[in-house]
């Protein structure tokens, strides 16, 4: 079945330093990647997504990339500050379809130090 | 509250009673899904409804049953059927733009259900 892989489960970096979280995906016909950040004891929040159509996407400090021939995608967030400490899930979902449905990752906890 | 509203925040159960957990949203929104966190294993689909009088499996539907009576409901019942039900649990919404739009969900705060 479908099926979203997310790396690292755990990423520490120190504040100005980037991070980079890594997704594969299963189902080719894939066409719509978004990435929900959830701060501690706070529900996801969506802070960016790409279509197929696009292999790079960018928003002040975060950015994700798409790989369709490796059906890979990944988030960078550059010069990282405390309030960026949160998990981190990407998902898959095939807009075309009747469903909709969204396949998340595990999610990567990411810490950043002061 | 987000437009989504999901109760009770926590909740405990003792093994072999069923329990109905509640989602209800003020958005519009056609489509509803419940999602079940655990640590470790991101958020898996439940169920999910695109419409009302309608729903499907998601992937981990075993011991888990939901209606949709109105749009603006989507209660999920955790039976005594479910192996290991002690989770957190997020309901979702989302205006559902066809293949023109992206799917983009609005979590609820979750509910947190502990089987003693």
């Known amino acids: 079945g479908e099926n979203v892989e997310q790396h690292p489960s755990t990423l520490s970096v120190q504040e100005g330093d980037s991070a980079v979280i890594k997704c594969t995906y299963s189902d080719s016909a894939s066409n719509y990647f978004p990435w929900y950040k959830q701060e501690l004891g706070k529900r996801p929040q969506l802070i960016i997504d790409?279509?197929?159509?696009?292999g790079e996407k960018k928003d002040q400090r975060i950015a994700v990339t798409l790989n369709k021939t490796a059906k890979h995608f990944s988030l960078h967030i550059t010069e990282t500050q405390p309030e960026d400490s949160a998990v981190y899930f990407c998902?898959?979902?095939?807009?075309?379809?009747?469903?909709?449905?969204?396949?998340f990752g595990q999610g990567t906890t990411l810490q950043v130090k002061p | 509250d987000g437009g989504i509203t999901q109760s009770p925040k926590y909740l405990f159960r003792k093994e072999g009673q069923n329990v109905t957990l509640s989602c209800e949203q003020n958005l519009n929104h056609d489509a509803m899904y419940w999602y079940r966190q655990d640590p470790g294993q991101g958020l898996r689909l439940i169920y999910y409804s695109q419409i009302v009088n309608d729903f499907q499996k998601g992937d981990i539907a075993e011991g888990y049953s939901v209606s949709r009576e109105k749009k603006e409901s989507f209660p999920l019942t955790v039976t005594s059927a479910q192996k290991n039900p002690t989770a957190f649990y997020l309901c979702a919404s989302s205006k559902w733009l066809g293949s023109s739009g992206a799917n983009v969900l609005t979590f609820g705060a979750g509910s947190r259900l502990t089987v003693l």
């Open positions: 790409i279509r197929s159509n696009v």
């Open positions: 998902a898959a979902s095939r807009v075309s379809s009747n469903t909709g449905k969204l396949i």
